[in-house]
């Protein structure tokens, strides 16, 4: 059984469908990464998966139970916004307290631990005290992580996170997020646009395409089998050297 | 069904709808349904029989009444021409040319907004009356009729339309102006074809607030205007004077004029009111001209001494003993007669601001908020939307009027606010609803709309979002809110005049009667206090204002 399963999901804003019949899976522990041009739909689904969009037709399923109709806060899942929206008023340690807050049954002490750990887990323990506003760009995303990940989710989505980032800090931020999702084993999901993000970090790429998805599989599974010129020119773009790098480096 | 229900309310969590239900509730209680109380009214004879419109035939063929029509429509239009025309001025002089001293000339300029507006005009019965300084110096001067009344009500609305000109003008597009210069394009060129164009909806705003404010006062026609009816003061005869009320709320919705002419004019002009500006515009570099800037420099000293001379007119007369017979001084003007209200008004006024200020903060705040931050509910936001500009239009004589309509019947279940501090606080919210809303909206809409869906996604209820995020980022804004309801509530006299008691008496009123009872040294002092908390206030803002920032930019300090 999948630990996020999607059944024919159609999501229609007014006339325009962002999504038509979409059904996929996601197992528990993988990190998936949806892909596409802008304007597909991959947004509006991984939305869907938050619970901050509604579905017009469809069922959203996660660890076996319907859940199509439950609000965000009670899904347990932890997201990064492509803006991070941090809290500009609240330092880095109020932005990862702010939800553990909400936890009445942790106490005062095991709140402040948690959150040490979270600085811990990202890099930022010696920039705890500082604004959002006083830190870099990679400083800020590792922030929105360390609060999505504070409340121990049982699955990440992360929307374009990496998107206003230059490209030397992206790749590194690749490779933390990446080694942070595998050690903690959390169920990902990731939107992003540009390929070679998608095939070095993912288990499996689910490539969409208006409104649907055109193929779902591990990156060699779509390097080296297309089903559509759309995905075969997708993927072309993308330099199998690095594909060999990165199996070389999972072995 | 109740799939497809729980689809298309999926994001509406019920106690935000209902949160903005009630607020919105409130809001058509006491504004929307005293409005149509005033509407009733006005086609009911005095016995509470349905008339039709012999009521307005009887407005119209009393000559005196149809004449105010005529009388208010030339104030308004030559006082709009006349703001306009300076507000631009003076604002151009501020943001785009070199002229010095701009942060004192424009202070200066927000001070009439500190007084009342009869306040304006008793200065210029110190200056310009039959003993008036500079009447004195033989001058010729017609003040009392439409020449004083002009003048008054250009002095109460020139601030507003200099305001909205500084905040049109404030931002340039610096490379607009650079590219047009290595095109070959003249200044005068310049001007008509980017700098007009920039500021066409701000004119077209300018204008419509200029002209009601205008066509609704009181204060300069009841003091300046002398056999000159405007229909304010026609409203105040009819309902004061002569307990006329049918004949008033026919006077109150012929001052709805302005406001149905707007909606109109905002049919017609309505298109892409964004602005051009975006996030690449490079700052504009003035260049020195020496008779450009002379001449501005000129016309902002000759207005700021006109203000400056007519608030020192104003000390003059609270402060000498017998104008302009005994020129000794005294502070014996500031013991007030209790008769036309003394001092305990002035605490009474300051009671009433205070209170108006926080709960109507707190209750413009909250609905914007809701407006602006909510999913779903479309026809409640569309609606709450309407109603929170609809005050812009609505005369305080028409709201106060209003007011007394439907509140005053005794089947009213709100009956027991009238005549106390409830009613009058109540009245000053709403009708300076729409300036404070349209504050919080912006600076609501600055923020990342993503924070409510990041902080519910980490469990944290709405109401815990917003004291703790949206609170604290809108702090600027919420005291920029207090400080106008404040400064307002000090000054108003068009709701309240026809809602006070007599046990409980604000100072922009006893002012009023002050002016009646001819006790104009009072009233000249009593203006004083009231120019003194509010500059006060103004003050306190400032400085909270500058430690907020401050304190803002030290989180952007590495």
């Given at each position: 059984m999948p630990f996020i399963e999607l059944k024919n999901i159609t999501k229609r804003f007014g006339k325009q469908?962002?999504?038509?019949?979409v059904s996929a899976g996601v197992a528990q522990g993988e990190f998936v990464c949806i892909l596409g041009p802008s304007g597909c739909g991959k947004t509006t689904l991984l939305r869907i998966l938050a619970g901050l969009e509604s579905v017009t037709e469809g069922q959203v399923f996660l660890r076996g139970k319907d859940c199509t109709y439950l609000p965000p806060a009670k899904r347990k899942l932890g997201i990064v916004f492509q803006s991070y929206?941090?809290?500009?008023?609240?330092t880095v340690r109020g932005n990862i307290l702010f939800g553990l807050q909400q936890q009445k049954g942790l106490s005062r002490a095991a709140r402040e631990e948690k959150a040490a750990e979270m600085l811990r887990l990202v890099d930022l323990a010696e920039h705890k005290h500082k604004y959002p506003r006083q830190l870099s760009g990679g400083q800020q995303q590792r922030t929105a992580l360390a609060r999505a990940l504070a409340l121990s989710p049982d699955y990440l989505l992360l929307d374009e996170p990496l998107s206003a980032l230059d490209a030397k800090v992206r790749a590194k931020l690749q490779g933390e997020i990446r080694a942070i999702q595998r050690s903690l084993g959390v169920t990902t999901v990731m939107v992003t646009h540009d390929q070679n993000e998608a095939f070095s970090m993912a288990d499996r790429v689910f490539v969409m395409n208006q409104a649907v998805i055109e193929q779902m599989g591990t990156p060699r599974e779509l390097y080296e089998n297309p089903v559509s010129p759309f995905v075969a020119d997708f993927v072309s773009e993308w330099n199998p050297a690095h594909f060999r790098n990165m199996e070389g480096a999972a072995l | 069904m109740k799939n497809r229900l729980r689809q298309k309310f999926l994001r509406v969590s019920l106690p935000q709808a209902f949160a903005l239900a009630s607020c919105l509730a409130a809001f058509t209680a006491t504004l929307v349904l005293p409005l149509f109380s005033l509407l009733k009214k006005a086609f009911l004879d005095p016995a509470g029989q349905f008339v039709g419109f012999a009521n307005y035939l009887q407005y119209f063929k009393t000559p005196t009444l149809r004449a105010s029509i005529g009388h208010t429509f030339f104030i308004s239009i030559v006082t709009m021409a006349g703001s306009v025309a300076l507000g631009f001025a003076y604002a151009y002089a501020l943001t785009r040319t070199r002229v010095p001293g701009k942060t004192f000339f424009k202070y200066v300029a927000l001070l009439p907004v500190f007084i009342p507006t009869i306040a304006h005009a008793i200065g210029l019965v110190y200056l310009l009356g039959r003993q008036g300084l500079i009447t004195r110096l033989g001058l010729p001067v017609a003040l009392y009729g439409p020449g004083g009344i002009i003048l008054s009500e250009l002095i109460f609305t020139f601030p507003q339309a200099f305001l909205m000109f500084y905040v049109a003008l404030e931002f340039a597009d610096g490379r607009l102006y650079e590219a047009a210069g290595v095109m070959g394009v003249g200044p005068l060129r310049r001007f008509f074809r980017i700098t007009l164009p920039e500021v066409k909806f701000t004119l077209g705003s300018a204008c419509f607030v200029c002209f009601t404010l205008a066509f609704t006062d009181f204060g300069a026609p009841k003091v300046i205007g002398g056999s000159y009816n405007v229909l304010a003061t026609d409203i105040y005869k009819q309902v004061s004077g002569q307990f006329d009320m049918n004949m008033g709320a026919v006077v109150g919705t012929l001052l709805l004029i302005p406001a149905v002419l707007c909606f109109l004019g905002d049919r017609l002009f309505t298109s892409k009111n964004e602005s051009a500006l975006n996030a690449r515009a490079t700052k504009l570099n003035i260049k020195p001209s020496l008779a450009r800037d002379s001449f501005f420099f000129l016309l902002c000293a000759a207005v700021t001494l006109c203000l400056l001379v007519l608030v020192a007119a104003l000390c003059m007369g609270a402060l000498v003993k017998f104008y302009p017979y005994d020129m000794n001084f005294t502070w014996k003007h500031f013991q007030f007669n209790a008769s036309t209200g003394g001092i305990g008004s002035y605490f009474n006024s300051l009671k009433m601001s205070v209170w108006t200020a926080v709960l109507g903060a707190a209750f413009v705040f909250a609905v914007a908020y809701l407006l602006e931050k909510t999913n779903g509910l479309g026809f409640l936001r569309k609606y709450g939307r309407l109603l929170s500009v609809l005050p812009l239009a609505l005369p305080g004589m028409v709201i106060g009027l209003s007011f007394i309509f439907f509140f005053n019947s005794k089947q009213n279940p709100l009956h027991f606010i009238y005549g106390s501090i409830i009613i009058l606080v109540l009245s000053n919210i709403l009708h300076y609803f729409s300036v404070p809303f349209l504050t919080a909206s912006a600076s609501l809409k600055k923020l990342d709309s993503e924070f409510e869906n990041a902080a519910e996604c980490l469990g944290a209820p709405r109401w815990k979002t917003f004291l703790r995020v949206s609170v604290p980022l809108c702090l600027p804004a919420i005291l920029e809110i207090v400080m106008y309801y404040f400064v307002n509530s000090m000054v108003t006299v068009s709701a309240v005049v026809f809602l006070y008691s007599a046990d409980f008496r604000i100072a922009s009123i006893a002012l009023t009667h002050m002016e009646e009872a001819g006790d104009i040294s009072q009233a000249a002092a009593m203006s004083l206090l009231i120019l003194g908390i509010n500059l006060l206030a103004r003050l306190a803002y400032e400085v909270t204002a500058r430690g907020l920032r401050r304190k803002s930019q030290q989180k952007e300090r590495l």
């Open positions: 469908t962002a999504l038509h019949g929206a941090l809290f500009p008023n609240m | -």
